[in-house]
């Protein structure tokens, strides 16, 4: 059974116990290497950081222990060493999980494969008595909270140590009791923010609302918004990767409308003859239209894997291409900053654009917002493959003109900008079915009547 999925190891802490963490630590730690361990706010995260730090150093390991950080400040430390983030991220308080680093970026799938094979082979790994390593604490967050500010003062301000480019904005932060309340409302009061943090006290049972920030558990915090004076409100999950955006009214913007407007300044600022926005099939043509603007092109990589994707066209690129900016939904990779996932990053960027634009309504302007949908069809898991295959056929059929992508599911895309993407769920018994259109509900129900005509033909 593979222990990795789409973000690192993750599952119920009767699954991710101790002794699963002393394993992987004995898997991945070897001598003359250097890891940096972290871990978020949940209950659970010191007993399994005590044993992966006990893992990696008895394979040869030294230890660097950060203590309660964000991932993107434990990626941040791992450049130029390894790491492992403690976090099931927006999981639920009893879940836990185990995300591993390599010079700032998450490890990739051979590299996962080779700890999960070093795990089910039962080895212990543990190296001679008098090679095992030491550990020591390490600061890392006001570097880290000094990095991020410096970024966001070079990007968007006079790169003066004193400037302060969101000096008079009011800022709502929802830290959903995650350890993003460790690093977001510091690193926005330092760019000239007025920051009000609300769940702001690191809880591992997360009491103020579930860790996921979703328009459903962001009621009350849309409803803070709307009874205030702010220009807009952030949120945060529960190690701080993902980022939320709310207008001042308190409303949800589209998380793709943000990676358009991020993606879209990225490209401008660009002095690359081929600048390249990486992101994943689900994300919207909204995006790809705004880089064309800007005079960059979309690349789509598997959701999960983002940092493989920037790899990829990297590899593939020429001198003249530069990967500016790599996404998926929520999630941010801001390559000239490093080449992790960092919400902390992205609250600062997006603060600082809806800085320049005046307000949250005026930045989201030039960005066509058409309805969006995403389904769930019941398909057991025997049939998926078989569905989908017939679906490589019967979808294009379906819909004669439109310009067909199987590489990552079934994505197709029509001259209006609608498209539609069909792939089944890697977790659940379902394919998946998003769309957006002027006429969603038309698209979706077509291709729905297709894709329950390919699952029945295939029990």
Not at 27 to 50: C, H, I, K, Y
Request: charged share 25%; aromatic share 6%; glycine share 10%.
């Amino acid at each position: 059974m593979r222990l990795f999925g789409t973000a690192g190891i993750r599952g119920p802490v009767e699954d991710v116990t101790p002794s699963l963490a002393l394993a992987v630590g004995q898997a991945a730690g070897e001598p003359s290497e250097t890891f940096v361990v972290g871990r978020d706010g949940r209950e659970t995260g010191p007993a399994l950081a005590a044993a992966m730090e006990a893992g990696l150093e008895s394979a040869g390991a030294d230890v660097r222990r950060l203590g309660q950080v964000p991932t993107p400040a434990l990626a941040f430390a791992s450049r130029g060493r390894r790491g492992v983030m403690l976090t099931a991220s927006h999981n639920p308080p009893a879940d836990n999980g185990i995300k591993l680093f390599v010079d700032g970026v998450e490890y990739d799938s051979d590299a996962e494969q080779t700890v999960d094979d070093h795990v089910a082979s039962d080895d212990a790994g543990l190296a001679r008595w008098e090679k095992w390593g030491d550990s020591e604490h390490l600061a890392i967050l006001e570097q880290y909270r000094d990095a991020v500010v410096s970024y966001v003062r070079e990007r968007f301000g006079t790169h003066s140590s004193e400037d302060q480019p969101l000096a008079g904005l009011r800022v709502a932060v929802d830290c959903g009791n995650g350890v993003g309340a460790l690093a977001t409302p510091q690193v926005l009061e330092r760019l000239g923010a007025t920051v009000v943090a609300v769940n702001a006290s690191v809880d591992g049972h997360f009491p103020g609302r579930e860790s996921k920030p979703t328009p459903e558990t962001l009621t009350e915090f849309s409803e803070f918004l709307a009874n205030g004076t702010f220009d807009l409100g952030l949120a945060h999950d529960g190690d701080a990767d993902r980022l939320v955006v709310l207008g001042s009214g308190g409303d949800v913007i589209h998380e793709d409308t943000i990676l358009a407007v991020v993606a879209a300044r990225y490209t401008a600022d660009s002095d690359a003859g081929d600048p390249v926005v990486v992101t994943t099939p689900n994300a919207s043509a909204r995006i790809d239209e705004r880089v064309r603007a800007a005079g960059g092109r979309v690349e789509r990589v598997h959701l999960g894997v983002l940092h493989e994707g920037i790899a990829r066209e990297r590899e593939q690129g020429t001198e003249d291409t530069e990967i500016v900016f790599a996404a998926e939904p929520w999630k941010h990779i801001h390559t000239a900053f490093g080449g992790w996932i960092d919400g902390v990053v992205s609250a600062a960027v997006v603060t600082a654009l809806v800085a320049e634009a005046g307000d949250t309504a005026t930045l989201r302007e030039p960005v066509t917002e058409r309805p969006y949908r995403k389904v769930s069809v019941d398909c057991p898991d025997a049939a998926k493959a078989d569905a989908m295959a017939t679906l490589e056929t019967t979808l294009p059929d379906a819909f004669p003109g439109a310009a067909v992508d199987t590489e990552y599911g079934i994505r197709l895309e029509f001259e209006d900008a609608s498209w539609l993407l069909v792939r089944p769920s890697g977790t659940e018994p379902y394919i998946r079915l998003y769309a957006e259109s002027e006429s969603v509900d038309d698209l979706v129900a077509e291709a729905r009547s297709v894709i329950e005509t390919a699952i029945e033909q295939r029990l």
